[in-house]
């Protein structure tokens, strides 16, 4: 037994990936915190407007999932060249920004307009596109930071601007104003967590190395402008909008309460993917790189039979103790979801599930990573034909990833059995 812990111990994905997962399980603590405390402070119809506004800006902040993701996987295969090429990342990526900085201005213009399409209040409307750019700077910073292997650095200064996050809704629920105290707060958090990896990144990377500007910015421009990068955008894509599509729907075509009401519902399913989230992210990283093929499939299934129990602990415990987890995390006010937990629980393992086989094979460059994107139309079109009950959207979300998640089992299968299709 300690001859076979000792040898997983030894493997890289486990000795890396750690201290990365540790911090982020603390980081999902508190955002789950962030959210129960928001959810008691607002109440159903406040915060259903938070829920729809993190909806929105995940949804805007695809292309940002997108960079992140070929980052981390172009950074972390340079090897010693990874830093020196992370500095030309970050000098091109200065030079875009002041390049175009006239669209952040014209984006910030017209904010005006989004009330009326999206049904969110004047404040939520106001902050949302500060909020998307602050959302794109800092997952660039975290990329560098992922693919350059400085997981301690990155987790401390997340959890740092979290805990900023955080004094949000503590300062709502002691008295202080309410949903403009939050909106405040979530600023402050985005601003201070750029700060921080930017003065770590200029005193411990780029002081030490000099860039070579010309031939990393090729290679960088060739990177950013391939097939991966379609293949990838319309993947991410996909998994973003069957996380918060729903949501949005909602906010759109329910009352306020109904909003908040049904937000409870995706946050308790999606506790599941806050568990697994880190090991989906750092699993990337390393089923990434160019020295990690042997023994992928076994990290893969090893996973997926964690989540197995995660999944089942949590059926058990939302079946039978629904009561209680509602009036614990939220407040009596939204004890009208009790009785729907069993089916957040079943939504939330076949939404980790895809999220994590798919991510396994972005990392493989498989097109088997376009099965969610190929079926997703389908999953919009029935929102706005099953009827316009809350309980319909619930069950629409249940089959269809049950149905989405038998697709990827299917296809992780062939890939033991046969060569995986890939992009090249």
């Not at 875009?96 to 209040?121: A, D, E, G, H, Y």
């Not at 460059?365 to 190929?374: A, G, T």
Request: aromatic share 16%; net charge positive.
């Amino acid at each position: 037994m300690k001859k076979t812990l000792s040898k997983y111990w030894k493997n890289e994905f486990v000795q890396g990936g750690f201290v990365f997962t540790v911090f982020s399980f603390i980081s999902s603590f508190l955002n789950y915190l962030f959210n129960f405390f928001a959810a008691r402070a607002l109440g159903p119809a406040g915060f259903g407007e938070i829920t729809a506004l993190f909806s929105y800006i995940t949804i805007f902040s695809v292309p940002t999932i997108v960079m992140t993701l070929v980052v981390i996987q172009k950074v972390g295969s340079k090897g010693h060249e990874s830093e020196r090429f992370a500095l030309s990342l970050q000098t091109w990526f200065f030079a875009l920004v002041k390049r175009w900085w006239f669209l952040i201005i014209l984006s910030l213009i017209l904010s005006p307009i989004i009330p009326r399409v999206t049904n969110l209040s004047p404040i939520s409307s106001y902050t949302l596109i500060p909020l998307a750019i602050l959302t794109f700077i800092g997952a660039f910073y975290g990329a560098i930071f992922q693919g350059l292997r400085l997981f301690l650095s990155f987790s401390l200064i997340s959890i740092t601007a979290i805990v900023l996050k955080l004094l949000g809704p503590i300062f709502v629920l002691v008295g202080v104003d309410g949903l403009l105290t939050m909106v405040v707060f979530l600023v402050i958090s985005g601003v201070a967590g750029i700060l921080l990896l930017h003065t770590f990144m200029k005193k411990y990377v780029v002081s030490s190395i000099s860039p070579k500007k010309t031939a990393i910015q090729k290679r960088l421009k060739d990177a950013l402008f391939n097939k991966q990068v379609i293949v990838t955008f319309f993947s991410v894509l996909a998994i973003t909008s069957f996380n918060n599509l729903d949501v949005i729907f909602v906010k759109k075509f329910f009352s306020a309460g109904s909003t908040g009401i049904y937000g409870s519902w995706s946050l308790m399913a999606k506790i599941i993917t806050y568990v697994v989230g880190p090991a989906v992210t750092v699993s990337y990283i390393f089923f990434s790189g160019k020295r990690r093929h042997e023994g992928s499939e076994k990290v893969l299934l090893l996973s997926l039979g964690a989540l197995f129990l995660v999944a089942l602990g949590s059926f058990i415990a939302y079946k039978y103790f629904p009561t209680l987890l509602i009036q614990m995390f939220f407040g009596k006010r939204f004890l009208s979801v009790s009785p729907y937990l069993p089916q957040a629980s079943i939504f939330g393992s076949l939404y980790s599930v895809i999220t994590f086989i798919n991510s396994y094979f972005l990392a493989k460059k498989s097109n088997f990573s376009l099965l969610l994107p190929l079926t997703i139309p389908i999953y919009a079109t029935l929102l706005f034909l099953i009827p316009k009950e809350i309980s319909s959207i619930m069950t629409l979300n249940i089959y269809f990833s049950l149905c989405v998640a038998c697709l990827y089992l299917i296809a992780a299968s062939s890939r033991f059995l046969y060569n995986m299709p890939q992009w090249k």
